[in-house]
Nanobody, 118 residues
Framework: QVQLVESGGGLVQAGGSLRLSCVAS????????MGWYRQAPGNERDLVAT???????NYADSVKGRFTVSRDNAKNTLYLQMNSVKPEDTAVYYC????????????WGQGTQVTVSS
């Protein structure tokens, strides 16, 4: 079992910045990948950014150049730095991890709301 606790969401004006955090109950060295997903009302949950165990990152086209995903293994924490936010970034943001191993178990956090005002 892995517990994930997100924080850092809130209300921000368009053009502003926000940093999300996700604290895991075990070291990220046991994860194949960590990532952020988001879900707006009426929409599916979509990928925002991921970081693989080796450090390779992947971003949705809509956030490239504005968002940065990073990881602090010593703090068991995943981050999402959100810059130049837009109203369309409004969503619940979820942390997700995939464990190492043949089963590749997936765990999700409870989500944190991000609202961008225009």
């Amino acid at each position: 079992q892995v517990q994930l606790v997100e924080s850092g969401g809130g209300l921000v004006q368009a053009g502003g910045s926000l940093r999300l955090s996700c604290v895991a109950s075990r070291s990220p060295t046991s994860f194949n990948s960590m990532g952020w997903y988001r879900q707006a009302p009426g929409n599916e949950r979509d990928l925002v950014a991921t970081i693989a165990r080796g450090g390779i990152t992947n971003y949705a086209d809509s956030v490239k150049g504005r968002f940065t995903v990073s990881r602090d293994n010593a703090k068991n924490t995943l981050y999402l730095q959100m810059n130049s936010v837009k109203p369309e970034d409004t969503a619940v943001y979820y942390c997700r991890v995939v464990l190492l191993g043949p089963r590749a178990d997936v765990y999700w956090g409870q989500g944190t709301q991000v609202t961008v005002s225009s």
